[in-house]
């Protein structure tokens, strides 16, 4: 994993969103938030809060979109959707 990158998983959306915060002002001005599954409603979430409350001059980049081949727990395998969404100052 990349130091500008974040992972989004469990843990509440405002720690996100202070991470993503945190990065862009240690960064060089690019943060790209990455998610799959589940999660990826809640990082389009913090893309948008980070955008329209927080850094109001930050901008949302191309948004890439794809599918992951997983290992199933049952065995086998599963397509995963993922998406990553660049945030820049």
Same mark, same amino acid.
């Given at each position: 994993?990349?130091?500008? @990158?974040?992972?989004?998983?469990?843990?509440?959306?405002? %720690?996100? !969103?202070?991470? !993503?915060?945190?990065?862009? %002002?240690? %960064?060089?001005?690019?943060?790209?938030?990455?998610?799959?599954?589940?999660?990826?409603?809640?990082? !389009?979430?913090?893309?948008?809060?980070?955008?329209?409350?927080?850094?109001?001059?930050?901008?949302?980049? @191309?948004?890439?979109?794809?599918?992951?081949?997983? @290992?199933?727990? @049952?065995?086998?395998?599963?397509? !995963?959707?993922?998406?990553?969404?660049?945030?820049?100052?």
């Amino acid at each position: 994993m990349e130091r500008n @990158e974040i992972l989004v998983g469990k843990k509440p959306l405002m %720690s996100y !969103v202070l991470a !993503v915060i945190t990065q862009l %002002s240690e %960064s060089d001005g690019e943060v790209v938030i990455k998610a799959r599954g589940k999660t990826i409603s809640k990082a !389009v979430d913090i893309a948008q809060i980070v955008k329209n409350k927080f850094a109001k001059e930050a901008k949302i980049g @191309e948004v890439k979109i794809g599918t992951e081949e997983l @290992e199933a727990k @049952e065995g086998g395998k599963i397509n !995963v959707s993922t998406i990553e969404i660049p945030v820049k100052k």
